[in-house]
């Protein structure tokens, strides 16, 4: 487990929780993207912010952390109320819980972060590879949340899978169907397997995603179509990440990046 930390930009311009709330949700259009993620600040703790802590996923393991390293901000792209707030029990009694009793602050933003087109996740992954000309790519319930482009020249496969392997810090699983070389790439990051048949209409030379999907691997072969699945906590690393860097910018805040990996 790794912990990247960010000092203070001493040029930025306060820390009140609100501030940094309003800023977020704003940039983030928050409540304009339909979500069964409830997005924005999920649990209310400290009223004032000197660290904040961005994480992949909102976890017991990750929060343990944070109070360890004087956070009193937890900037999660997975959080813990979806679909609602039904009742208070269980595993989501115990995160509500701890995070209260030490006085922690959890802002989540899922669709948003994704879709963000400097800050999110595809836009970051877009960079990583180089991918020009973007696009909106990926149409998930009436919303694009990915992007599309082209590489300023065609490249080799193999290449792009180990630059995404170096990184994103995780290991691709390839389905090299498709050309050795590759120009027109479609990114959406995540559980996004489910918008390989975009990519093939659109003739897409490389899909890449996180998730491996078992149901992908004929549609794949038969279209001919290279998949790279880069891991969906890999692929959405990169958005918190970005997160974090703006906040040291705009915010007279510490930073630092909570690395707990997962299987998937």
Request: hydrophobic share 35%; glycine share 10%; charged share 20%.
């Amino acid at each position: 487990m790794e912990n990247k930390k960010r000092k203070a930009n001493s040029s930025s311009s306060g820390n009140n929780l609100t501030g940094i709330i309003d800023y977020l949700d704003s940039e983030l259009k928050t409540t304009q993207i339909k979500d069964y993620s409830c997005n924005g600040l999920q649990v209310q703790g400290s009223n004032s912010v000197k660290k904040a802590a961005l994480v992949v996923d909102a976890c017991m393991e990750a929060y343990k952390i944070a109070v360890k390293k004087e956070c009193q901000l937890i900037v999660a792209h997975h959080g813990i109320i979806w679909n609602g707030l039904k009742s208070i029990t269980g595993s989501v009694y115990g995160h509500i819980r701890y995070l209260i009793q030490n006085n922690l602050n959890l802002y989540a933003s899922h669709l948003p972060l994704d879709l963000h087109p400097q800050l999110g996740n595809n836009a970051r992954l877009a960079s990583i590879i180089g991918l020009k000309k973007l696009e909106p790519f990926g149409l998930y319930n009436g919303i694009n949340i990915g992007f599309e482009g082209v590489l300023p020249r065609e490249t080799k496969l193999d290449l792009i899978v180990q630059l995404l392997c170096r990184k994103l810090g995780g290991e691709c699983t390839v389905l090299p169907f498709g050309k050795d070389k590759v120009k027109r790439i479609a990114i959406v990051s995540g559980g996004g397997g489910g918008e390989l048949d975009e990519a093939i209409e659109k003739g897409i030379d490389c899909f890449i995603t996180g998730e491996t999907s078992h149901q992908n691997y004929h549609s794949a072969l038969e279209a001919e179509i290279n998949v790279i699945y880069a891991g969906h906590y890999y692929t959405e690393k990169p958005g918190v990440q970005a997160i974090g860097n703006i906040l040291e910018e705009k915010f007279n805040i510490e930073t630092e990046f909570i690395d707990v990996p997962t299987n998937f």
